[in-house]
């Protein structure tokens, strides 16, 4: 019995060091290593959601959840949209371009990254809405100005508008996920503190939130 164990074990070993799945092994070790090495040196991969004032660069912490992996992988080749039309922490000095990666450590940086996922993000709730619940969304966006702090898609000569303090919404429908964004407006704070200021109070009802949602994932 224990001479089979290790003959199971030596095949295992093998597999995965020198044998045919090798090069997977090392892919995702690839991820990983870039991720811990270079990433982590302006992102958080984990702890608890701190203000952005006391951060370089958005939080990862949750990006499994956040990011369209297909939109990720191409920004992360050629970071060209401005996410923060400013800045991100408002520091001249580092307004710089974001750095760019080659297309196989892309790949692996986001496979990588799709392992990191909140519990609090329910999966799947989200769908797209029908027509009356995007002209509710609409309406409910504008009355909130949610416009006042995020570059928003409209017919001017730009193709948008709005005030650019915060993260732009060009490309929302295709960037980010639809039930992480779901949960982020139910409550921002959970995830950047002081980033709720615009919250009305009392709260809205879920339901408005579902259409201010499904609105914002047409963007794009
Ligand atoms: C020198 C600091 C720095 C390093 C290193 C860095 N980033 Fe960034 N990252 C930023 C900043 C600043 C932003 C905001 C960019 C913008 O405004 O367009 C950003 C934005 C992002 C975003 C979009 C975030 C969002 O929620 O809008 C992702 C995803 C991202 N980085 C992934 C990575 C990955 C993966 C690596 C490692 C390969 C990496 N970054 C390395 C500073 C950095
Ligand atoms: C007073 C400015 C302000 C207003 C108005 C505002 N937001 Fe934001 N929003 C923020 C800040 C700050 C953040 C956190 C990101 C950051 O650090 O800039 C944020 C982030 C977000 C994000 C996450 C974006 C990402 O890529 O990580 C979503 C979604 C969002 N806001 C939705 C809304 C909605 C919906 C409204 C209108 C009901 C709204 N915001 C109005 C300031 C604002």
Not at 17 to 25: C, T
Request: hydrophobic share 35%.
């Amino acid at each position: 019995m224990l001479k089979f164990k290790l003959l199971i074990l030596g095949i295992v070993v093998w597999t995965l060091s020198i044998g045919p799945l090798k090069n997977l092994v090392r892919a995702d070790n690839l991820g990983e290593r870039t991720v811990k090495s270079v990433c982590t040196t302006c992102h958080r991969i984990e702890g608890n959601p701190i203000s952005r004032k006391n951060k370089k660069a958005p939080d990862l912490i949750w990006a499994g959840n956040k990011y369209q992996p297909q939109w990720l992988e191409e920004w992360l080749q050629n970071p060209k949209q401005r996410l923060y039309p400013v800045g991100y922490d408002f520091h001249p000095k580092r307004k710089l371009p974001h750095l760019a990666l080659p297309a196989d450590t892309a790949t692996a940086v986001v496979k990588y990254l799709a392992l990191m996922k909140d519990p609090r993000i329910q999966e799947g709730i989200m769908k797209p809405g029908t027509s009356e619940q995007i002209q509710k969304g609409k309406k409910l966006y504008q009355e909130h100005a949610c416009t006042n702090c995020h570059w928003t898609p409209a017919n001017t000569r730009r193709g948008y508008t709005g005030g650019k303090s915060s993260t732009s919404f060009l490309e929302m429908g295709t960037r980010l996920k639809a039930d992480w964004v779901y949960r982020f407006n139910l409550n921002p704070n959970d995830f950047v503190p002081e980033s709720g200021a615009y919250i009305p109070k009392p709260p809205l009802p879920d339901s408005d939130i579902h259409a201010i949602t499904v609105y914002m994932m047409t963007f794009g």
